[in-house]
């Protein structure tokens, strides 16, 4: 047994507070609670063991990623684990706890100023190019167009959930980032019943939503989130089976956050307090429909504690006119 083996076999909760107020059952997977403390642990694990198996990354090579935090934390773990060196590529505007735990969990890392996709030194291009060009030295893992991240979901995180709800859920609903749980998640649960609704929230800033409304990227806005959002069509994004889109703002995802802290002792990061802004939003939705008690199935996919320089601090969420106070739950239920 390695530190591999606890990666997976998260619980499944239920956010007592919002099922009250929703008439519905609420429920989160507990990636937060994997090595690494996010979702991209079981990206990390199946990429590095299948490029293993596959002849891809070899005893002496390292493995280079440019990812903006949690999965260069679990390809770190992974790394340390299976005797690789691994260095990160990230752009330099992300959560300070994030570079932090890079280099604490045994990544060599690289900040980068943030610019756009197109821009060879954007942080993918940046790992990409150090990877063709010493192609003995690195392994690339490539989270967006390799497959065996959406694996990852599709063997362990949608068949745990399926045995933890015997099979009877309603709505599944996450966010991307590089599809890979979208990906896995839902062809899963298409497969196994089709009448699961699969819903995709995507945060201001995204080019997803209007992607799926409208059939090209384009985004709006801007959001706190991180690790989530996408402006191109990635390979694993392709495999999702969704069947409707909604996007969602900062204050929703900030005022859900700050209420289940509250009442339920539960400190989502921001991607999945988007996630669960939107599980309530569309339970609230049915219950006025005449359709409650209805099961939603969301990801926990990181803890707050990474995000308390952002969601959770008072000061930045002032600067950009946020409210963490609860009065967004005083009109829910009239
Ligand atoms: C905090 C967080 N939430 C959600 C996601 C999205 O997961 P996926 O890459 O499987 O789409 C990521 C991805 O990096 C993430 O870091």
Known sequence: MSVLNAIGNTPLIEIPSLSKIADAKIMVKCENLNPGGSIKDRAAKSMVLKAMEKGLLKKGMGIIEGTAGNTGIGLAIVGRALGFDVTIVMPNNQAKEKERLIEFFGAKLITVPPCPFADQNHFYHTARRMAEESPQKYWWANQFENLDNHLAHYETTAP??????????????????????????????????????????????????????????????????????????????????????????????????????????????????????????VALEEKKKNNPYKTYVTMWCDGGERSLSKLYSEEFLASKNLSSDLAFFENLNK
Not at 242 to 256: A, G, H, N, P, R
């Open 160 to 281: 745990e959930i399926w045995q933890q709800t015997d099979g009877k859920i309603d709505f599944f609903i996450s966010a991307s980032g590089s599809g890979g749980t979208m990906g896995g998640c839902t062809k899963f649960f298409k497969e196994k019943n089709p009448q699961i609704k699969t819903l995709l929230v995507d945060p201001e800033g995204s080019g997803l939503y209007h992607f799926i409304k409208h059939g090209e990227f384009k985004a709006v806005g801007s959001s706190l989130t991180e690790g989530i959002g996408i402006m191109r069509l990635v390979a694993n994004f392709k495999e999702a089976k969704i069947d409707d889109v909604y996007s969602l703002t900062d204050q929703e995802l900030v005022s859900v956050a700050h209420y289940v802290r509250f009442h339920d002792g539960i400190t989502l990061g921001s991607s999945s307090a988007l996630n669960v802004a939107l599980a309530l939003k």
